[in-house]
């Protein structure tokens, strides 16, 4: 059974940073594209931000030079440093691991980031 697992939420001032992290317990996960997507109340999930097993990165625009993802394919543990924090990125945000082009997409329960002073 796979168990992806968010961790590093929490409550911040506009300004701020949080690390977010998401182990996963995959076999081969250099081979899986982790993402991590946010969805704020009554909005649609959107990604964040998205890193595949070689390392190309791509991000949203809204984060674009706030947010860096990167992963640690050793410690199967992607994470989200996000720095300058606003109030518009309060949400939930969800860890996905993929492969392109198979069944194997899962996600995790969610971690709760909360800007506001």
């Known amino acids: 059974q796979v168990h992806i697992v968010e961790s590093g939420g929490g409550l911040v001032q506009p300004g701020g940073s949080l690390r977010l992290s998401c182990a996963a317990s995959?076999?081969?996960?250099?081979?899986?594209?982790m993402g991590w997507y946010r969805q704020a109340p009554g909005k649609q999930r959107e990604l964040v931000a998205g890193?595949?097993?070689?390392?190309?990165?791509k991000y949203a625009d809204s984060v674009k030079g706030r947010f860096t993802i990167s992963r640690d394919n050793a410690k199967n543990t992607v994470y989200l440093q996000m720095n300058s924090l606003k109030p518009e990125d309060t949400a939930v945000y969800y860890c996905?691991?993929?492969?392109?082009?198979?069944?194997?997409?899962?996600w995790g329960q969610g971690t709760q980031v909360t800007v506001s002073s």
């Open positions: 996905n691991s993929r492969v392109d082009g198979t069944p194997y997409d899962y």
């Open positions: 995959l076999n081969m996960f250099n081979l899986y594209t």
């Open positions: 890193i595949t097993g070689s390392g190309s990165t």
